[in-house]
C-alpha cells in the first residue's frame, strides 16, 4: 500500500457516541495492516491554514530585517523570534481587486481569491483557495475543511454598497455562498471528534479510555509519548470548552427561573467564550489538533472580521479594534498588532510541538497570517501584512524576509502566491484569481 493511502486511514479511538482520529503513530499497524518496516520517511500530508486579522497593522512596528541570525524582528512580529527560522516575513504584496473599489467590505470578502466583488443586493466574487483546494484533495481526510471564527459574522450594506457579507467572511465556497464559518468552540469541538449523542457534554477522553489504554501498551516508546502528549492536548481543549459549557447551563438556569426565552438574554452567557483571550486560544486548538489527526488538512480562522467590534481591556485598550485602528500608529494599535501576531506564534509553536516522523506538523504545513490592509487610518490596502510558518514538506525555504513592495505590479501579487501553494500542494492550476503566474523567489 503507498505512502499516501497508509497515511489517510489513521488509527480510530473510540467509545460511546464518539470517534477520535490519533496523530500518525508510526509503530502500530493501521486496521490490520502490518506497521511500516520501511527506513524510509512517508511522504505527510501537505496542509494549508490562514489566520485573518481586519483592519491593518502598526506599521512603525511591523518589520523585519535580515542579519547574521536569519532575521531581526520588529516589535509586533518578537511573538514569532523562538519560531523564526520556520518563518518568513512577506512585503510588498497586494490584491489588485480590492484596491480601488473603496474601504472596508471590498478589501476584505476577496482576500483569498483575489476575485472582483459585486456591489448591491446580489453577491458575487469568487472561490477562495482554501476551498478551491478542499475541493480538490479534500476527499483525502474526513473533513474537506475547517471554517472556524471568534467574531459573529454581520448582516446588511456598507456605505459602499457592499454587503457585509464580504467583511464577515474569508472563506467563499463560489461567487455567492460564503462557507458557513463555526463560532462555536463546543460545535467546533463535537466535529472534530464526531462527538454526538446524550453524552455530547461528557468528557470524549474517558469514553475513549480503554481503547486508549490498549493501543498504548502496544505502541513504542516513541509513539506513547506522542499518544500521551496528543491526550493531553484534547484534555485541555476538553476543560476550556467544559467552561463555557457551565456558564451556558448557570445562564439558562437564570432564564429558566426568571420565565423568560433565552434569546432575549443579554450577553455573555450565550455559548461564546466572554474572554476573545480564551477564545482564540480554544479554536487555535481545535486547528492544531485538526492537522495533527489529519481529520482536515484545510483550515482558516477568522480571528477578526473587518470594522470588527471587539474590545481587548487585558491590553489596556480603551477603544474598540476598528476604532482603534483610525489611530494605527499609536501605542495601543501597536499592543493590538502584537497581540494577533502572539495568537499566530501560538498556533505555529502549538504545531511544531507535534512530531510527525523526522520533523513536526508545522514542517509538512503552510500556516498563513493575512490582513486585508496595511494601514487601518488610510484604509491603504496597496499592500498587505503577510507572514507564512512551516516548509509544506519541503516545498519552501524558510528563515527568510522576501520583500516586493519595489517590483512592479504584476511580480507583487497575492494570488501569484496562493497559486504557488496550490501547485506545490499537488494542484496543478496556471492561473487563479488575477494571476497568471507563480511569486517569484519563493
Known amino acids: 500500500m503507498s505512502n499516501k493511502k497508509r497515511l489517510s486511514r489513521r488509527i480510530l479511538l473510540q467509545g460511546a457516541g464518539v470517534s477520535m482520529t490519533l496523530p500518525w503513530l508510526q509503530s502500530l499497524p493501521v486496521w490490520g495492516e502490518e506497521a511500516s518496516q520501511s527506513s524510509d520517511s512517508p511522504d505527510f500530508p501537505k496542509r494549508l491554514g490562514v489566520l485573518f486579522m481586519a483592519c491593518g497593522i502598526n506599521a512603525d512596528h511591523w518589520w523585519a530585517k535580515p542579519n547574521e541570525q536569519g532575521m531581526e524582528l520588529g516589535k509586533s512580529l518578537k511573538p514569532l523570534e523562538a519560531i523564526k527560522g520556520k518563518v518568513n516575513v512577506i512585503n510588498g504584496l497586494f490584491n489588485k481587486n480590492a484596491t480601488g473599489v473603496g474601504i472596508h467590505p471590498g478589501q476584505t470578502g476577496n482576500i483569498l481569491s483575489g476575485a472582483s ?21 479534500g476527499s483525502d481526510t474526513i473533513q474537506s ?82 499518544l500521551d502528549e496528543f491526550l493531553s492536548s484534547v484534555r ?72 470588527s467590534g471587539l474590545f481587548y481591556p487585558f491590553l489596556d485598550a480603551r477603544n474598540a479594534h476598528h476604532s482603534a485602528s483610525h489611530n494605527d500608529r499609536s501605542d495601543e494599535f501597536e499592543r493590538i498588532s502584537t497581540y494577533y501576531c502572539s495568537q499566530y506564534a501560538y498556533l505555529a509553536s502549538k504545531l511544531d510541538s507535534m512530531s510527525e516522523g523526522d520533523g513536526t506538523v508545522l514542517d509538512h504545513t503552510c500556516l498563513l497570517f493575512i490582513n486585508n490592509m496595511w494601514s487601518g487610518s488610510a484604509h491603504n490596502s496597496q499592500k498587505v501584512p ?55 523567489d519563493l
Open 236 to 307: 485541555e481543549v476538553e476543560q476550556g470548552i467544559d467552561q463555557q459549557r457551565k456558564a451556558q447551563e448557570k445562564a439558562k438556569a437564570r432564564v429558566d427561573g426568571n420565565l423568560r426565552a433565552i434569546a432575549r438574554m443579554a450577553r455573555p452567557d450565550n455559548g461564546l467564550p466572554e474572554d476573545i483571550r480564551e477564545h482564540m486560544k480554544l479554536m487555535c486548538d481545535i486547528v492544531a489538533l485538526a492537522f495533527q489527526t489529519d481529520k482536515t488538512r484545510i483550515a482558516t480562522l477568522l480571528l477578526c472580521r473587518d470594522i
Open 117 to 137: 466583488l459585486r456591489k448591491g443586493a446580489e453577491l458575487g466574487g469568487g472561490t477562495s483557495i482554501d476551498q478551491l483546494l478542499a475541493n480538490k484533495i
Open 386 to 440: 503577510l507572514l507564512t510558518a512551516g516548509g509544506l514538506n519541503g516545498e519552501l525555504k524558510t528563515g527568510r524576509v522576501l520583500d516586493y513592495e519595489h517590483r512592479p505590479d504584476s511580480e507583487r501579487k497575492l494570488c501569484s502566491l496562493y497559486l504557488s501553494l496550490m501547485n506545490r500542494m499537488g494542484v496543478s492550476a496556471e492561473t487563479f484569481g488575477d494571476a497568471e503566474a507563480t511569486l517569484a
Open 145 to 226: 475543511s475547517l471554517v472556524l471564527g471568534c467574531e459573529q459574522p454581520v448582516t446588511g450594506y456598507h456605505e459602499t454598497n457592499f454587503s457585509m457579507a464580504y467583511s464577515s467572511h474569508i472563506s467563499w465556497q463560489n461567487a455567492t455562498s460564503p462557507v458557513p464559518m463555526e463560532v462555536y468552540p463546543a460545535l467546533a469541538f463535537d466535529s472534530l471528534f464526531e462527538n454526538r449523542g446524550a453524552r455530547r457534554n461528557q468528557s470524549v477522553l474517558d469514553r475513549v479510555g480503554e481503547h486508549a489504554a490498549d493501543l498504548r501498551r502496544q505502541a513504542s516508546l516513541d509513539d506513547r509519548r506522542k
